[in-house]
């Protein structure tokens, strides 16, 4: 078997160029980065996780360079802190893919499988790569949380689960109750710019994940 066999029967492609557009911004980046990762970047974590965390995209000098979501970019650092103090991850910082880091109980994915010119995937693209986060999603347990960074994030989800994105409106905080005893949470991104520009605080983005660790835990309110 080789080493990205797996990823294949678990419903990722870690060779996809379904998409023109992401294909060739990927092979300029290896001739530009040839250490760069520099391919569709698979999820991190369990399949069986009850707490799936699903962002945007790889970003150009974090998870495209590492091979890990979030990990090598600013986003990463308020995430893996979180996951960290709630119990998700067995470190608060994730430095590269084999730094021995582990996530527990926890999978990361997202919405967009390859790097985008500009951070900025188009509609089309986002369609297309849904069908990848539609099988991760179809092997989550009853009673799992589900937490969107951001609003594309929210409606990747919606849209895997075969519901309409504009069914349950996005907003930092909200709570959806789905089929099977799962919820969906939402947060604001934990990118540069909101967390810089003080749109999403540590505060706020733990509250999420505080919220997360008690409906697992069966302490909801």
């Known amino acids: 078997m080789t080493p990205t066999a797996h990823l294949r029967t678990a419903g990722f492609n870690p ?13 300029g980046i290896r001739q530009r980065y040839p250490g760069y990762f520099a391919r569709p970047v698979p999820p991190f974590g369990a399949a069986d996780a009850r707490l799936i965390v699903v962002g945007l995209a790889p970003g150009l000098h974090g998870a495209n360079a ?8 600013h986003a990463g650092l308020l995430l893996y802190a979180t996951l960290h103090a709630y119990g998700f991850a067995s470190a608060p910082c994730s430095t590269a893919a084999d730094d021995g880091l582990s996530l ?10 390859c790097v ?44 895997a689960l075969g519901l309409r994105p504009a069914s349950l ?11 099977d005893d799962r919820v969906l949470l939402d947060s604001y ?6 967390t810089q520009t003080r749109r999403l605080t540590p505060a706020m983005f733990e509250a999420v994940f505080a919220r997360a660790r008690a409906l697992l835990d069966g302490t909801a309110l």
């Open 15 to 27: 060779d996809c160029e379904a998409c023109p557009r992401l294909a060739d911004f990927l092979s």
């Open 66 to 73: 590492s091979g890990r979501p979030f990990t090598g970019d």
């Open 104 to 113: 527990i109980d926890c999978r990361i994915t997202n919405a967009v499988k």
């Open 116 to 159: 985008p010119p500009g951070n900025k995937p188009e509609g089309a693209e986002i369609r297309r790569c849904n069908e990848f986060l539609a099988r991760e999603l179809s092997s989550a347990p009853r009673g799992a949380v589900l937490v969107a960074l951001g609003a594309i994030a929210h409606d990747a989800i919606l849209r």
């Open 169 to 179: 409106a996005f907003g930092h905080g909200n709570e959806h109750p789905l089929a």
């Open 189 to 194: 991104h934990c990118s540069r710019y909101n």
